[in-house]
Nanobody, 124 residues
Framework: QVQLVESGGGLVQAGGSLRLSCAASGRTFSNYAMGWFRQAPGKEREFVASIRWNGVYTNYADSVKGRFTISRDNAKNTVYLQMNSLKPEDTAVYSC?????????????????WGQGTQVTVSS
């Protein structure tokens, strides 16, 4: 079992930045690929970014590529999402997820554990 707790969400103006953190506990964090997903009101959960166990390989949704950066610190059991140049359409609940694999995926069904989510609101 892996427990995930997100933090760092909040209200920010368009063009601003936020850094989300996801702290993991329970099992060996480095055995898991990690992903960030988001869900806006009335919309399905969508992939944002993912990172392999060793942090070498990352993947991003086209909508955030060049603005968001995913990283991880296995010594701290934490994965981060640095979000720059935020837009109102980035407003959503952001959740981190862990997958029992060294290879990350882009579909929610590929992940085994989820955090409770943190709200990000970008005002225009």
């Amino acid at each position: 079992q892996v427990q995930l707790v997100e933090s760092g969400g909040g209200l920010v103006q368009a063009g601003g930045s936020l850094r989300l953190s996801c702290a993991a506990s329970g099992r060996t964090f480095s055995n898991y690929a990690m992903g960030w997903f988001r869900q806006a009101p009335g919309k399905e959960r969508e992939f944002v970014a993912s990172i392999r166990w060793n942090g070498v390989y990352t993947n991003y949704a086209d909508s955030v590529k060049g603005r968001f950066t995913i990283s991880r610190d296995n010594a701290k059991n934490t994965v981060y999402l640095q979000m720059n140049s935020l837009k109102p359409e980035d407003t959503a609940v952001y959740s981190c997820a862990a997958r029992r694999s060294v290879v990350a995926g882009t579909w929610p069904r590929e992940y085994d554990y989820w955090g409770q989510g943190t709200q990000v609101t970008v005002s225009s």
